[in-house]
């Protein structure tokens, strides 16, 4: 057999595609049968009476599992088990697993080899491909003790499910111990022996074959459909650990990248280019303006095209990148890659413990959200929005100051107008075809459709801004006199007579010059609602005339009895009218009256916002597109962990309660320094996340199974619609498929905890992570008061009883306001109240791969021992296992190439304790 190496990266969980793995020439091969979306085989290893080669000290053996290929015959590294310290019959709780993609069949063989690790300061820091059969050089720190293989079938037919081979030199002589393969089925219960191999592990005997209960998946059903269209290259790994009496827990690890990292940023890119396109129509159509409004205007709107080609490129490069689903730390500066997140990972841990029901814990972990491009040297975005609104206030000259609300609710009109007024134009031509079927019923129905929105329209003008607005734009025009467009105003001011077109009994307004008439909004504005009024009374009227009135919906005028006499008398002198006839003009003078207000505010808003870009140019743009980028990148993440919560408690009904009733908490654990350049990214970081309380979800049902989310809306207010296969659809609460608003509550919680933290502690400033957990504190709190409010009362009564969230919000309080240093306790109490609270949780550094992956393991080890009983002597194992051998260390390598948490000694003499990684995983890496 010739047996080469495959690839660079030594250990390789990644693997082909499904599509390549099936080609022709595999499909002789026996699949393995299999669950779907389960992996395809799981096993766990033993060794038994290890033949040292020297007897100058105890054995730290460490097992290297690779595949040989039933065709090429190549050999790929695939995993390693963790080191066991010191005897020759180790057990190992870090076993293999085989996810449901990898190309792997009956046929396929797989080879263990044993290696005696002398130093494991070196051991793991392997980043070249060691030749097989090569005893690694000994500085490397491992020795070569003895080698065996065994074909998949034969693991799967064997008769207890367990293989006991032989151990032999590499000259395939000398037998230097056994080592036993044990085949893993998650969730299956294991009867018979449950003693026939027994280990002392540091002391703990524990029984290798498992007393589980009975199979249950996290998720109950299937819902893979949705998963599988977001979730790319997964990565597995398996555990187990001992619980305090001494049974076996059974923990899968995945690792999962996302298509919605480059999905979702492309989505928004497109929106903000059509928002911007329109924004820079809207200047062009503001009309005439005087010499200096309009020099503001020109110098405007060339940057203003600029900064969309600026989008358009980006989105044409990102466009590029088809089928890409992660962007790697040493990516994060590339200006074309800004808005995708850094390194977004689904971090799953699947639990299977005895006498307890399985359980899936998720944490998406990802870069923090900030623009490393454009960098932090004049600070991230909370500073940089709060020194320019200063500024801006202050320059007062030159400009009107709009505040950051104020242009915010223009911004919101303008996109409230934008929605309604073809709105209401559907329900208009929808109330004239029911008039011409002469069908009361639809006529009705149409009549109650453009009454609710015609008085939303109308709600939405409510505001002194557009007045003021107005008034600042009639005094911008050349000699600050307004050119007045043709009005209907007065049209509808005193009678609705049916027989004239309203055309003609408008009166009409010919352009002419006056000074500015205060009231003419005014009477503008409230055309829109008397000719409602009119349409409503009509309707009324004629269904009465024809018999039909049995009381349907009515009108507000109809109802408060403010028709007019005129109208009245005008109705019942025309005894069988033509119905479509009657409406038709009223619904053209609604039309019209409506376009004259959209216009009016939609000039009045737009000059609004020339006073927010006309203020420091460029900056201004770039603050924007800063702030678009973080959000960008905030949102992939923030699609992301909904969709997989989503997935994972479909079944769920109390959970459906909650998302449509309350909405749901998104808990981000930042892990950032208040130092330095890490003080820019926590304070865009910071800014990102609060800007995702924009974002609502809306659940449509999907055409295919892979229908990615789609984003809809404008900078003030994005819905995500996310698409579900259609079983899953049905079976959602009705307020759901009506496709009701679904909210989020994000906060975040920062604690740094590297040397750089200390140096902020003893010589720099905290006060950022401190103002930014005490302000997120408090939205918690609301967030709990919400959901006590408006859930059922005897799910919150059984809820208070199951978990003491005052308790933990009050413990949390107190660690926030005791202002210790690097204060660890903070984010696992954010964390605990979210995963309490039904939440989606977050972890973030700079990159999400070294303090991530650190405090990632830390909190699984932490629910392992608190909710699933690990055997508090086995904490630390389990947490070295899982750092060492475990996905977090894949994450280091697919972004580094190198298999090293980016650490030194120094460094992590800062770090608190439980953030170290196990020796030898750590060191120089290039970053
Ligand atoms: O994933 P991170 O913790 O943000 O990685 C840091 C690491 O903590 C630090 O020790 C190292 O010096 C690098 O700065 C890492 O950041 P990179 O973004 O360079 O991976």
């Known amino acids: 057999m ?90 190992f709780l870090t076993g ?30 392997r980043t070249s491909v060691l030749p097989e059969h090569k005893d690694p050089p000994p500085e490397v720190g491992r020795s070569f003790l003895g080698c065996a ?115 979702i940023p492309k989505e928004l890119i497109a929106l903000n280019i059509k928002e911007d396109l329109c924004r820079n129509q809207e200047l062009k159509e503001l009309g005439d303006l005087s010499p200096h409004w309009d020099n503001l205007r020109k110098n405007v709107l060339t940057h203003c095209d600029q900064m969309v080609t600026m989008y358009q490129d980006i989105l044409t490069e990102l466009s590029k990148e088809t089928g890409s689903s992660f962007k790697s730390s040493s990516s994060k500066g590339e200006k074309t890659l800004e808005f995708v997140p850094i390194n977004l990972h689904l971090q799953r841990m699947q639990v299977h413990s005895p006498h307890l029901k399985d359980a899936l814990y998720d944490v998406i972990t990802v870069g923090a959200p900030a623009a490393h491009f454009q960098g932090f040297k004049n600070g991230g975005l909370r500073k940089l929005l709060h020194r320019f609104e200063t500024e801006r206030r202050n320059t007062g000259y030159q400009f009107i100051y709009y505040s950051p609300e104020n242009t915010a609710k223009a911004k919101e009109v303008l996109s409230h107008i934008s929605q309604l007024q073809p709105l209401i134009a559907t329900h208009a031509d929808l109330l004239l075809s029911s008039a011409s079927q002469r069908s009361a019923d639809s006529l009705r129905s149409s009549l109650k459709m453009l009454s609710e929105k015609t008085e939303l329209f109308v709600h939405a003008f409510k505001d002194q801004l557009v007045r003021s607005a107005l008034l600042a734009l009639f005094t911008a025009r050349p000699g600050g006199i307004l050119k007045k467009p043709p009005s209907p105003k007065d049209s509808t001011e005193d009678t609705c007579p049916l027989d004239e077109p309203p055309q003609l009994r408008r009166q009409d ?20 609602g008397k000719s409602l009024n009119c349409i409503i009374a009509t309707v009324d009227k004629l269904i009465e005339r024809d018999g039909h009135n049995g ?116 808990q981000y654990e930042g892990l950032l320094s208040t130092y330095s350049d890490e003080i820019g990214m926590l304070e865009d970081m910071a800014v990102g996340i609060s800007d995702l309380r924009k974002v609502a979800f809306k659940i449509t049902e999907a055409k295919s199974s892979d229908d990615l989310p789609i984003l809809t809306g404008r900078r003030e207010h994005y819905v995500v619609e996310v698409r579900l296969p259609a079983a899953m659809f049905e079976s959602l609460p009705l307020q759901i498929k009506e496709g009701q608003l679904l909210h989020v509550y994000p906060v975040l919680f920062n604690v740094g905890i590297n040397e750089q933290q200390t140096l902020a502690e003893r010589f720099g400033d905290v006060s950022l992570q401190e103002s930014i957990n005490q302000e ?57 109240i979210c995963r309490k609270l039904n939440g989606i949780r977050f972890t973030c550094c700079k990159s999400a791969k070294d303090r991530t992956s650190m405090s990632v393991t830390l909190e699984q080890c932490s629910i392992l021992r608190d909710e699933h009983q690990l055997h508090k002597d086995f904490f630390i194992r389990a947490l070295d296992c899982m750092r060492r051998e475990g996905c977090r260390i894949e994450n280091v390598l697919k972004n580094i190439k190198c298999r090293r948490y980016a650490f030194n000694m120094l460094q992590l003499l800062a770090f608190p304790k439980c953030y170290r990684p196990p020796e030898g995983t750590y060191g120089k890496a290039d970053t």
């Open 2 to 91: 010739e047996i080469k190496e495959e690839g660079t990266s030594e250990e390789g969980q990644h693997f082909l595609p499904t599509a390549q793995a099936n080609d022709p020439e595999d499909i002789q091969f026996t699949s393995i049968q299999k669950i779907p979306n389960e992996p395809q085989l799981e096993f766990i290893l033993a060794c038994k009476d290890l033949v040292a080669p020297v007897c100058d000290r105890n054995l730290n053996t460490v097992v290297q599992i690779s595949v040989i290929h039933p065709v090429e015959q190549t050999l790929t590294r695939y995993s390693s088990t963790e080191i066991v310290e010191g005897t020759k019959d180790p057990l």
């Open 96 to 125: 293999v697993t085989f996810p449901s993609e990898y190309p792997i069949y009956e046929e396929t063989r797989i080879k263990l080899t044993v290696y005696d690790v002398k130093d494991k300061s070196h051991d793991t820091i």
């Open 149 to 263: 293989s065994f074909q998949v079938g034969e693991l799967l037919r064997s008769k207890e499910q367990l293989l006991s081979l032989s151990l032999r030199t590499s000259d395939g002589g000398k037998a230097v111990g056994t080592i036993e393969v044990s085949l893993v089925k998650m969730g299956e219960i294991e009867d018979g022996d449950t003693d026939h191999i027994t280990t002392d592990v540091q002391g703990q005997k524990c029984a290798l074959a498992y007393e589980c209960t009975a199979a249950e998946s996290g998720s109950g059903k299937d819902n893979s459909p949705l998963l599988n269209a977001v979730l790319r290259n997964p990565v597995c790994k398996l555990y187990r650990f001992p619980t305090a009496d001494n049974k076996w827990m059974r923990i899968r690890e995945q690792m999962s990248e996302s298509v919605l990292s480059f999905h």
């Open 509 to 528: 307004s010919i352009p002419h010059h006056s000074d500015y008439d205060e009231e003419e909004w005014d009477r503008v504005w409230a055309n829109v």
């Open 551 to 666: 009381g349907g919906p009515r009108g507000s005028s109809g109802q408060d009895g403010d028709t007019e006499p005129s109208l009245e008398d005008s109705i019942t002198s025309h005894p069988k009218e033509d119905w479509y006839e009657q409406l038709q003009p009223l619904i053209l003078t609604l039309k019209e009256c409506m376009g004259e207000v959209v216009s009016r505010a939609k000039q009045s808003l737009t000059f609004v916002l020339l006073q927010e870009l006309a203020y420091s140019l460029p900056q201004c743009l770039m603050l924007t597109l800063r702030r678009d980028i973080v959000f960008s990148q905030a949102l992939a993440g923030l699609v992301c962990g909904f969709i997989i919560k989503l997935h994972t408690s479909l079944h769920d009904p109390d959970f459906l309660q909650q998302l449509h009733t309350v909405g749901l908490i998104a």
């Open 776 to 832: 997120n504190f408090e939205l918690v709190q609301e967030y709990y008061s919400i959901f006590t409010e408006k859930m059922p009362p005897d799910y919150i009564s059984h809820f208070q009883e199951q978990n003491d969230l005052k308790g933990l919000l009050d413990n949390l309080h107190q660690n926030i306001q005791a202002k210790k240093r690097k204060n660890v306790e903070i984010m696992w109490l954010a964390a605990t």
